[in-house]
């Protein structure tokens, strides 16, 4: 573990985050126990916050709240312990937004989660009609490849999103899996653990 945790800080030194912040009282916590690769954070706008807990893996995790012509104000993004990331853009458009995501979390590959539709909807008094807020992940969820995690959703603690689903509302079920598009729970009463299946049978003697 000790030599595990020098290699991390030793590529943590030699692959630089890339950080880029336009504006006031914005907030970047980032612990030593973090490992980073090809990790980025752009922030336009001010008294805006990305906190990272302890223990988390961010390889190819782009963080952007706000663009250079749209600053967004009042914004939080933070990341639970021991989460994991391979591939993931997470994107706030909207001021007072927030993206809070669980412990013990892992996400695969080409996964976006986006608390804006960027573009905007308004009813015909010129309304906006889907105004972005918050995106909540539980404790220990499992979310698969090239999912889609849009505005105003929850996942509940220890489910499964299965590949390629786009969710698009709440989900308090917990220990379930969720898969579609647009996503629904499709089974109950399951857990996950990261070991591989043969690890699970080979443990039971069913080799």
């Given at each position: 573990?000790?030599?595990?945790?020098?290699?991390?800080?030793?590529?943590?030194?030699?692959?630089?985050?890339?950080?880029?912040?336009?504006?006031?009282?914005?907030?970047?916590?980032?612990?030593?126990?973090?490992?980073?690769?090809?990790?980025?954070?752009?922030?336009?706008?001010?008294?805006?916050?990305?906190?990272?807990?302890?223990?988390?893996?961010?390889?190819?995790?782009?963080?952007?709240?706000?663009?250079?012509?749209?600053?967004?104000?009042?914004?939080?993004?933070?990341?639970?312990?021991?989460?994991?990331?391979?591939?993931?853009?997470?994107?706030?458009?909207?001021?007072?937004?927030?993206?809070?995501?669980?412990?013990?979390?892992?996400?695969?590959?080409?996964?976006?989660?986006?608390?804006?539709?960027?573009?905007?909807?308004?009813?015909l008094e010129g309304n906006l009609i889907n105004?972005?807020?918050?995106?909540?992940?539980?404790?220990?969820?499992?979310?698969?490849?090239?999912?889609?995690?849009?505005?105003?959703?929850?996942?509940?603690?220890?489910?499964?999103?299965?590949?390629?689903?786009?969710?698009?509302?709440?989900?308090?079920?917990?220990?379930?899996?969720?898969?579609?598009?647009?996503?629904?729970?499709?089974?109950?009463?399951?857990?996950?653990?990261?070991?591989?299946?043969?690890?699970?049978?080979?443990?039971?003697?069913?080799?």
């Amino acid at each position: 573990m000790l030599i595990l945790y020098k290699l991390k800080k030793f590529l943590n030194k030699i692959i630089p985050d890339k950080i880029k912040i336009k504006g006031k009282n914005n907030i970047v916590k980032i612990p030593p126990s973090v490992y980073r690769r090809n990790f980025s954070v752009k922030i336009y706008g001010n008294n805006n916050t990305v906190e990272i807990s302890d223990n988390s893996y961010l390889h190819n995790l782009k963080i952007n709240i706000g663009l250079y012509n749209c600053p967004i104000n009042n914004c939080i993004i933070k990341i639970g312990e021991r989460t994991s990331f391979n591939s993931t853009d997470i994107q706030l458009g909207e001021s007072n937004s927030s993206v809070i995501i669980g412990e013990d979390c892992m996400f695969s590959f080409e996964i976006e989660i986006t608390c804006t539709d960027t573009h905007s909807v308004l009813d015909l008094e010129g309304n906006l009609i889907n105004k972005g807020e918050n995106i909540t992940i539980g404790n220990h969820v499992w979310v698969g490849k090239e999912v889609k995690i849009l505005k105003n959703t929850s996942i509940a603690d220890n489910c499964i999103v299965a590949q390629n689903s786009i969710v698009t509302k709440k989900f308090d079920t917990k220990n379930a899996v969720i898969a579609g598009n647009p996503a629904k729970v499709v089974k109950e009463n399951i857990n996950w653990v990261k070991d591989r299946p043969q690890w699970i049978l080979n443990k039971k003697g069913e080799n």
